[in-house]
């Protein structure tokens, strides 16, 4: 088992934005991988600062959508009609799940080492919007264990006492525990609250050679996860889920009606899915050699592909970025994946929600 860590500072108009991700495994730095005994390293957390990712191990499985079926031709298709009841069903989902994005509160004290709890409704919605985003997926709901929402809140003490994000904290840091430690380095963190940290882990600015937060709350293996946070830090947990979701691959955005609002949930004018990536990931299809085109009506849309580092959430995943041009509601795009076996397409319905 070997570790690594990779963490990105996000400059926002208030302040700085940092998240990382656990991992360790195939990917070179481990974001969100589970190591070999499913625990994720430290390093690689999924924070969602620039650390390291944390895996999402949870059981988030891909469903149908992702799911690829290999047909006739060797290709693992995924249609998306678009109907108008999806359309009605995905935003009412949408909208319904993000009507209450409060954070609650935090009843720990930096100054006495008490780590606390989460009040209020933010663990229960943080963990309603990482589960919107598996729906959307296709993917099962994920549980939160209360054993590793305390751990998390150690964590996530340690972050906010030292002002600071690590997979793997020095016993030198304010408030150090080894509880907490354990929690960090098997978790994406990051420096906002729960639930705000989801959305921000699904865009994942800073982590372009791994994509490694997104990977593991889309992971086969991903749950039960562990919220902790304070009113500033926040820790979730991805690594060693017992999760076993079985999807071919799993994309992002996913086949099918997909909210133009989720390419940028936070609203912020910084980054957008569209900057960062779209990905495509599995655990058992090689992507290394995928030629990728995407179209929409009889127009080519040029992108840029990536390989990405394998182990954080998938063992195999590309990102392919828009070169020139933004995600449009209204729009569906075809995605062609040749070069794999099976080969994969699909499709995206963009639609405005909101």
Known sequence: ?????????????????????????????????ADSDGDSDSDSDSDSDSDSDSDSDSDSDSDSDSDSDSDSDSDSDSDSDGDTDEIAQVCDRWNDDRADLSEGGWSGNVSSCDAGD??????????????????????PPVTSDPTRDATN??????????????HSPPTSWTCYTSTG??????????????????????????????IGHRRWILSNSLGPTGIGGTNGYSCMWTLGGSG???????AWPSPGVFPIEAMNPSGASWTTTDQTGWTVQSDSINLSGAV??????????PVNVMSLAGGYGSTHAIKITPD??????GVTYEVDITGT?????YEVQMVACE
């Not at 690594?4 to 990917?27: E, I, K, N, P, S």
């Not at 009040?119 to 296709?138: F, H, M, P, Q, V």
């Not at 609250?193 to 791994?210: C, E, H, I, R």
């Open 1 to 33: 088992m070997w570790r690594a860590a990779l963490t990105m500072v996000l400059a926002a108009a208030l302040g700085a934005w940092t998240v990382g991700c656990t991992g360790d495994g195939d990917g070179p730095f481990g974001v969100g991988d």
């Open 118 to 139: 989460i009040t209020g409704s933010g663990r229960e919605n943080a963990l309603k919007i990482i589960n919107l985003y598996r729906w959307l997926a296709d993917l």
């Open 153 to 166: 809140q150690e964590c996530a003490l340690m972050m906010h006492a030292n002002g600071s994000l690590s």
């Open 181 to 210: 430690a354990s929690g960090a380095g098997s978790s994406n963190i990051a420096s906002t609250p729960a639930v705000q940290a989801v959305d921000l882990y699904m865009v994942d600015p800073g982590n372009a050679t791994t």
């Open 244 to 250: 076993s979701a079985g999807a071919q691959w799993l």
């Open 292 to 301: 990728v085109s995407v179209t929409a009506g009889s127009d080519d849309m």
């Open 324 to 329: 020139g041009w933004t995600s449009t509601p």
């Open 341 to 345: 076996s099976p080969n994969i397409s």
